[in-house]
């Protein structure tokens, strides 16, 4: 099956800084690459998430890319803020065959941004 | 909506003991899915249903069953709950292959 690995497992930035989460896949028919935020005590929201026919999506100041060839794909956030802080996670997922587009998740990386 | 929703939100349970989580969605998701997250562990599937009648096991299954009850409603028992199964456990719905939408989660401990 599918198997993600995301890193750092902790990230520590300034306030204006900009942060970089990296991940790695190892199911080639992975097409589906969603990047969730949560806060502490609260569910997982969706943040942003790309499809394998584009390399890179941007909204504000967050943006995903993806290399297929390379099987990596990675959240740039830009002029972190306090409100950043959480835990971010990536996943990967199939939408065909039979596994009726499960995803996998990455670890997670404790996004900390400093004032 | 009310999107998706779990409960209960908190539980303490003794070794042995044994019961279910309830979740429903309103947004007419053909999928949906139980996770459980530990510290460190990210978010692991437990079981999943792809559409109303049918369920399957994800990556960690044992100790879990699960029903489909209808298309909004999928529930998780715990038959004889043991410490290993203290966790925080999500519910999430899917259409198709877009965004999957996760409940609160319901904090669970077994002493």
């Known amino acids: 099956g599918e198997n993600v690995e995301q890193h750092p497992s902790t990230l520590s930035v300034q306030e204006g800084d900009s942060a970089v989460i990296k991940c790695t896949y190892s199911?080639?028919?992975?097409?589906?690459f969603p990047w969730y935020k949560q806060e502490l005590g609260k569910r997982p929201q969706l943040i942003i998430d790309?499809?394998?026919?584009?390399g890179e999506k941007k909204d504000q100041r967050i943006a995903v890319t993806l290399n297929k060839t390379a099987k990596h794909f990675s959240l740039h956030i830009t002029e972190t803020q306090p409100e950043d802080s959480a835990v971010y996670f990536c996943?990967?997922?199939?939408?065909?065959?039979?596994?009726?587009?499960?995803?996998?998740f990455g670890q997670g990386t404790i996004l900390t941004v400093h004032p | 909506n009310a999107g998706v929703t779990q409960t209960p939100k908190f539980q303490v349970l003794k070794t042995g003991q044994s019961m279910t989580l309830q979740c429903a969605q309103d947004?007419?998701?053909?999928?949906m899915y139980w996770y459980r997250q530990d510290p460190g562990m990210g978010l692991r599937l437990i079981y999943y249903s792809a559409s109303e009648g049918t369920t399957d096991k994800g990556e960690v299954p044992n100790g879990y069953n699960v029903s489909r009850l209808n298309k909004r409603e999928f529930s998780l028992r715990l038959e004889s709950a043991a410490p290993s199964q203290t966790s925080v456990y999500f519910c999430?719905?899917?259409?198709?292959?877009?965004?999957?939408?996760f409940g609160p989660g319901t904090r669970l401990t077994v002493l």
């Open positions: 996943a990967a997922s199939n939408g065909g065959g039979t596994s009726y587009g499960k995803l996998t």
């Open positions: 999430a719905s899917r259409f198709g292959y877009n965004e999957q939408f």
């Open positions: 790309i499809r394998s026919n584009v």
């Open positions: 947004m007419n998701h053909n999928s």
């Open positions: 199911d080639s028919a992975s097409n589906y």
